[in-house]
């Protein structure tokens, strides 16, 4: 099992939003970051390990950013 950490910035920070174990991969984390990030920018890291990270949208069309930083 890995530890994960998924945090996010509400305008004050970082804070934590999930810490645990679960059996997931890198992989895992980074396809499903993109669904939290509609109101916040989050960070994900497994094992210690920044993994991945997302921008909110902005903009009337904008779209959530995902940048991996583990490849």
């Given at each position: 099992?890995?530890?994960?950490?998924?945090?996010?910035?509400?305008?004050?920070?970082?804070?934590?939003?999930?810490?645990g174990h679960a059996n997931v991969?890198?992989?895992?984390?980074?396809?499903?970051?993109?669904?939290?990030?509609?109101?916040?920018?989050?960070?994900?890291?497994?094992?210690?390990?920044?993994v991945a990270s997302t921008a909110?949208?902005?903009?009337?069309?904008?779209?959530a950013r995902l940048t991996r930083?583990?490849?």
């Open positions: 099992m890995a530890h994960i950490r998924i945090e996010l910035d509400r305008g004050n920070g970082w804070e934590v939003r999930q810490d991969t890198a992989d895992d984390l980074a396809a499903s970051a993109i669904g939290y990030s509609i109101s916040y920018p989050h960070r994900f890291f497994l094992d210690g390990v920044l909110r949208p902005h903009g009337l069309r904008g779209k930083h583990d490849a």
